[in-house]
């Protein structure tokens, strides 16, 4: 009879453990923490399965196993949790806190990590917020401080859309609150604003740099007479003409692309309208590993989209925004631009110092600020590769070298970056570089480009070409009162371009 009271007793005593959790000398309470642990634990580990997933940062087979992995492991050491007791199994059960712990922090450590893309993809996005740079100008012998502007004239153009924006700065400029500082006098054209300073009838001109930089080009005897006394840059809000692409959505990771780079002449903000001195196309074929880089020369004589009249230098086309240097691209080349890719000469000098340098294959030997470019490889900085890509005066063919010196710096810039020891650290490069470029490439096809590079991706193949043309001097729609240098098209190499684009989307 005792024996059987003592059987009793036993399962009894199992019994309630199971139903209070107490069990192998444990009490209730720290059963309850132990399972919410094991809960934590379980709860982090689809967080992070779900983030992943849905940012694709992974290739496919990775993100699977790595689901899977992570997973097993988190009810793995979830269940070591719930069933040790630190009384009669010590060993086992802080081995088990201590890998949960630890996958607890890979899990937080990939969490943030996908977050933290997520918000550089963005950031890289544009924000439709364009700025545009004025030049306060005087003639050289005017004056010599801001302040002595006040109670004068300032001559600027006629119906600028910008004009209430432009005379707040000046006034900010000169320190008032008095918005009648500066008394303004309009002119029809930038080139008569410019000639009302030159005559005196005017003690300053304001106007966008743009012209500013016109002048330096088609009349630089006038431009010496001359002197910037001040900049600044205004914002061009949304009541105000802009330029804003419409992105193109999504493409499948093997779809073929273009990309339009386009080189703004400023340096800082690269929401900056600007003329375009680098436009090329990128033209990229996933499933082939082929890249095709086009280059066309910031002087080619072509109409604008969008604008009537006379044709111009293709740099112009920046003035009026990316959309309008886009299009007019398109309709030379006669396909379609999926991203476009903007930045300055700040945005470089990021760049390839975030990548720690590239090495490019220079054909020419050659100086530029301070620098020698031997012709064969030359590992180069952001500085270095930056007077690599503007020199143009050490060459006979001038601006065509130019052009194609910008492409070898892209092509070495392409190599350095898809190489597997700088793809595993992107985030962090892309941090660098967040605030010195613009692209409308969606978040999810930049990650869908590096997966796939992680994933063994193509050792890309990149050629290079330029289109030709033939110097003339011609008005222009930006500059229409006098000829200046531009170069004529050359049907011949424009179809070739056209024919190898089309090539390289198809993969022929």
């Known amino acids: 009879m005792s024996a059987r009271r003592a059987e009793f007793n036993d399962y009894a005593d199992e019994t309630t453990d199971l139903e209070t959790g107490a069990g192998d000398g444990d009490q209730p309470g720290r059963s309850y923490l132990r399972a919410t642990i094991a809960a934590l634990i379980v709860v982090l580990a689809l967080t992070t399965v779900i983030l992943v997933a849905v940012t694709k940062l992974l290739p496919a087979p990775i993100l699977v196993i790595a689901i899977i992995v992570d997973l097993g492991l988190a009810a793995g050491l979830a269940y070591m949790v719930v069933k040790s007791d630190r009384k ?9 806190i ?4 630890l996958l607890a922090v890979a899990n ?12 550089l993809a963005r950031g890289l996005q544009p924000t439709g917020i364009e700025t545009m740079v004025y030049n306060i100008v005087v003639n050289d012998d005017g004056p ?11 001559a600027e153009v006629k119906d600028d859309p910008y004009a209430e924006a432009v005379h707040a700065a000046v006034v900010k400029l000169l320190a008032r609150t008095n918005p009648n500082v500066v008394t303004f006098v309009a002119r029809d054209s930038w080139r008569e604003a410019l000639a009302a300073l030159e005559t005196k009838e005017v003690t300053s001109t304001v106007l966008p740099e743009i012209f500013v930089q016109l002048l330096e080009d088609a009349d630089p005897a006038a431009f010496d007479r001359l002197r910037v006394l001040a900049s600044f840059e205004i914002e061009l809000t949304k009541t105000t003409p802009k330029s804003t692409p419409t992105p193109t959505p999504p493409l499948a990771p093997k779809d073929s692309y273009v990309i339009y780079i386009s080189g703004i002449d400023t340096y800082g903000s690269i929401a900056a309208r600007a003329r375009s001195d680098v436009n090329i196309l990128m033209v990229v074929n996933p499933a082939t590993g082929k890249v095709l880089l086009v280059n066309t020369p910031r002087d080619f004589y072509v109409p604008f989209r969008g604008l009537s009249g006379l044709n111009d230098k293709l740099t112009h086309a920046g003035v009026y925004g990316i959309d309008v240097s886009l299009g007019t691209l398109e309709d030379l080349y006669e396909t379609s631009i999926n991203y476009y890719l903007r930045i300055n000469f700040t945005s470089l000098v990021v760049i390839v110092n975030a990548l720690g340098g590239v090495d490019v294959n220079s054909v020419h030997a050659f100086h530029s600020q301070g620098y020698y470019f031997h012709e064969g490889i030359n590992h180069l900085d952001g500085a270095a590769a930056l007077a690599f890509a503007r020199e143009r005066k050490s060459f006979a063919g001038g601006d065509r070298v130019r052009g194609e010196n910008q492409q070898l710096v892209i092509e070495a810039i392409i190599k350095k970056a898809a190489s597997p020891a700088i793809l595993s650290g992107y985030g962090q490069i892309m941090a660098t570089i967040q605030d010195e470029m613009q692209t409308s490439m969606p978040p999810e096809t930049i990650a ?13 193949v990149v050629t290079s070409i330029s289109v030709n043309g033939f110097d003339a001097s011609e008005f222009t729609y930006t500059y229409p009162g006098q000829r200046l240098y531009v170069m004529r098209p050359d049907p011949a190499t424009v179809t070739a371009a056209i024919e190898q684009i089309k090539a390289t989307l198809e993969g022929a």
């Not at 937080?108 to 918000?119: E, N, Q, R, T």
């Not at 869908?448 to 890309?460: D, E, I, K, M, T």
């Open 88 to 96: 009669t199994h010590p060993g086992r059960f802080f081995v088990a």
């Open 98 to 101: 201590g890998l949960s712990v």
């Open 108 to 119: 937080i450590g990939v969490v943030k990590f996908s977050a933290d893309f997520l918000s």
């Open 144 to 154: 010599s401080e801001v302040a002595q502007l006040f109670g004068t004239t300032m």
């Open 448 to 460: 869908a480009q590096v997966r796939n590079q992680l994933a063994g991706g193509p050792n890309w």
